[in-house]
Structure formats: C-alpha cells, structure tokens
C-alpha cells in the first residue's frame, strides 16, 4: 500500500521569504501523481501544484514549485515570496494512475504561518 | 460555475443518534468521493461512486457507515448510531472522469461533532 509521509507538523516563514516543505512517500508503482493542496480555515482543499511522475522536469505555478526527486521518493514544496494569505495547512498527496478509483492518500500536513 | 457543496456545513448530535451529510457535486462530474479528517489529521479516503455504484467503499470504518448517490448527482453518506469518534470534517470531491487529469474538486466539509 502507498503511504504518504510529512515531517514536518508545523513551519513558519516571514512574508516575502522562500519556505520549503517536505514530503516523502512509498510505492512500488511507476506511474502516479502527486499534488500539494491548500487548506485554509475555511476548509476547501485547493489544489496548489500537481507532478506526474513520469515528467523529469519540476512542476512551477507561479511562486510554487516542487522538488520530485523519484528516486529518493521525495516531493517537496517551495514558496517563494510568501504572502500573508499563503498561511494554511498544506497536504501532500499521491494517487495511482490507472487504478480503479483514483482515489487520493494524504499525509498527515504542515501548518505554515507566514509572519509580517 | 457552481463548485462542490455540502450540508450542512455543522453538525452537532448526539451520541447514539443517526446523521446524513449531503454532497452536491459539481455538474457533469460523473465520480464522487468521500474523506474524512480528523482534528490535526490528514484526509483519509471512505467510498468512492462512479455514476450511482459504489465500486469502492474500502475505507468505510464500520457498518454504521453507509452511502448513496442518486445518478450522477446527490450524495449522502450516513452515519448510524454516531459514538465519539466519528467526530470529524466529512469532505466530498468529484471530479470529470471522462478527463485525463481527474482533478478533484473539494466542497467545504461537513464539521461533525458527537457530543
């Protein structure tokens, strides 16, 4: 079974600064997907960055971009120029390509406060 | 357009007491699935429909769990006999499964709390 992992329980980063946070998992398969999601305290998941694992090349959306590195299983999340609205938890997530549900596994989140 | 919505968005019960949590998803989107979060936890996957068939409902916790969905709209996952421990956020997604990319889109959750 694939499982997600975040070390990091909490992270704090002052505004304007770059912040990164990580995420590693575990799987036996060779395609899939991973996805940064964003959740304020509203509550709505918003997607931040999606990777597929067969493209080399890093994700960027705007101030997001990634650090896949598929061979270590590592998936991280860098913010750049961090704005007082980026304060949320933040989920990692991987869901298999092909499978009979693509269904999303979480991990646990890091809850950035970004400071003024 | 419209996204994905809930209700209620709180729920406060009884211990013992049966509750139903609605999911509107959005139009045209022909999966739907249902996570649960748990106070500082992550998302974990419950049940997933494809049209009104539930091809997997793996993740429900117990047989006081249950589901359904009316075509490819309305669903409403209910709780029997709710204890402590189901006290939770209840998160529905749907997403367009015809799409290659599959995007889920989340609605804002149910707050459920079993007093």
């Known amino acids: 079974a694939q499982t997600v992992t975040q070390s990091q329980p909490e992270m704090s980063v002052q505004e304007a600064e770059t912040v990164t946070l990580s995420c590693t998992y575990d799987t036996s398969e060779s395609d899939y997907y991973l996805f940064w999601y964003k959740q304020p305290p509203s509550r709505q998941m918003i997607l931040v960055i999606r990777q597929e694992a067969y493209k080399q090349q890093n994700a960027t959306e705007n101030r997001f971009s990634v650090n896949f590195q598929k061979a270590a299983k590592s998936f991280s999340l860098k913010i750049s120029d961090s704005q007082l609205g980026d304060a949320a938890m933040y989920f990692c997530?991987?869901?298999?390509?092909?499978?009979?549900?693509?269904?999303?596994?979480f991990g646990t989140g890091t809850l950035l406060a970004v400071q003024p | 357009g419209a996204g994905v919505s809930q209700s209620p968005s709180n729920k406060v019960t009884e211990k013992g007491k049966d509750v139903e949590l609605r999911c509107d998803p959005i139009?045209?989107?022909?999966?739907l699935y249902w996570y649960r979060q748990r106070l500082g936890q992550g998302l974990e996957f419950l049940i997933y429909f494809q049209g009104n068939s539930a091809p997997d409902k793996s993740g429900l916790p117990s047989d006081r769990f249950s589901a359904e969905r009316t075509g490819e709209s309305v669903s409403t996952l209910t709780i029997q006999r709710t204890q402590q421990e189901d006290s939770a956020v209840y998160l529905c997604?749907?997403?367009?499964?015809?799409?290659?990319?599959?995007?889920?889109?989340f609605g804002p959750g149910t707050r459920l709390t079993v007093t």
């Open positions: 139009s045209g989107h022909t999966a």
């Open positions: 997530a991987y869901r298999s390509v092909g499978g009979a549900t693509n269904k999303l596994i």
């Open positions: 997604a749907s997403s367009f499964v015809a799409s290659g990319s599959r995007e889920q889109y």
